[in-house]
């Protein structure tokens, strides 16, 4: 079976300041990984995803993601955070014929002013 | 259009009720999917049609009912309810169900069972 692990549920950050989601994956064959964002009374939204191209992922609003296959880990980072940032983050994996996608418990970003 | 739609965005109703969640996208995707979410918590995948076929229901109650008349059109039926099925719904849809493929969410409906 294949899981993400985020730690830490709640995050706060200066406005400005770098934002560092760290997201840890288990997977016994090559994975697919997202970072999906989702706004207060709306949807998932898909931020980057890995899918064994290039290791370093450049997504929408300045975020991007780093997979390095010898720490099993896909750590989501924005050199400065922004008020409208302030979201809750979700990792997530898959892989190759499973479309089961398994998220993690996500981390609530609060941005302080 | 990029968006998939979801009706109604709130819905009560009672536990001896029945009612349907209807969901809506004209991408010609062909994978679209049901989560259930609940407060801070992640979406948990509930079903998966796949070419308008059931590919995967996650051991849901059968009060949970699941109908695609077409591919741009997937509905959940929904019966004799428990209050600990509140939650959030969200319809999701990707372009063949693979798994590298990025999901797009509708905004959900919002679900209290008394």
């Known amino acids: 079976a294949q899981s993400v692990t985020q730690l830490g549920s709640h995050v706060s950050v200066s406005e400005g300041a770098l934002v560092l989601l760290r997201c840890n994956y288990s997977?016994?064959?090559?994975?697919?990984l997202f970072w999906y964002v989702q706004y207060p009374n709306q949807g998932l939204q898909l931020l980057l995803k890995?899918?064994?191209?290039?290791?370093l992922v450049k997504g929408i609003n300045g975020f991007e993601a780093e997979f390095k296959k010898s720490e099993t880990s896909f750590h989501l980072t924005k050199p400065s955070a922004h008020m409208s940032d302030a979201a809750e983050y979700f990792c997530a994996v898959s892989s190759y014929g499973n479309n089961r996608l398994a998220f993690g418990k996500g981390n609530q970003v609060v941005v302080i002013p | 259009d990029t968006e998939v739609t979801q009706t109604p965005k709130h819905l009560v109703m009672g536990m001896t009720n029945k009612k349907s969640l209807k969901c809506e996208q004209h991408m010609g995707h062909r994978a679209m999917y049901w989560y259930k979410q609940k407060a801070k918590k992640p979406p948990e995948l509930m079903f998966v049609?796949?070419?308008?076929?059931?590919?995967i229901n996650e051991s849901v109650p059968s009060r949970f009912s699941p109908e695609c008349p077409n591919s741009s059109l997937l509905n959940l039926h929904l019966h004799a309810l428990q209050p600990e099925d509140s939650a959030l719904y969200l319809c999701?849809?990707?372009?063949?169900?693979?798994?590298?493929?990025?999901?797009?969410f509708g905004s959900g409906t919002q679900l209290s069972v008394l």
């Open positions: 049609y796949s070419y308008e076929k059931l590919s």
């Open positions: 997977s016994s064959v090559p994975p697919y």
């Open positions: 999701a849809s990707s372009q063949q169900g693979q798994g590298y493929e990025k999901l797009f």
């Open positions: 890995y899918t064994s191209a290039a290791t």
